[in-house]
């Protein structure tokens, strides 16, 4: 029997990339990071292969539900 994968070893989808990418430009719009941040955070983005390489990549973001970010 396998050992049970952690989360951030999971192989990450294209359609798990394309949601960050939309928080990101999201972010850059709202002038949370600056266009090089984005330009940096989309290099990175791009070259993951797990969620463990994405979360880093928005874990200083607010986190939004319909249009308003939760506190933590």
């Keep these: 029997m396998?050992?049970?994968q952690e989360p951030d070893d999971i192989r990450a989808s294209d359609q798990d990339r394309?949601?960050?990418?939309?928080?990101?430009h999201a972010a850059a719009a709202d002038?949370?990071?600056?266009?090089?941040?984005l330009g940096e955070r989309l290099g990175t983005l791009y070259s993951a292969r797990t969620y463990g390489e994405l979360a880093p990549l928005t874990r200083d973001l607010p986190v939004e539900v319909v249009g308003?970010?939760?506190p933590e």
């Design 2 to 4: 396998a050992a049970p």
């Design 31 to 37: 002038g949370r990071i600056t266009l090089d941040e």
């Design 18 to 24: 394309h949601r960050v990418a939309e928080q990101l």
């Design 68 to 70: 308003r970010p939760v």
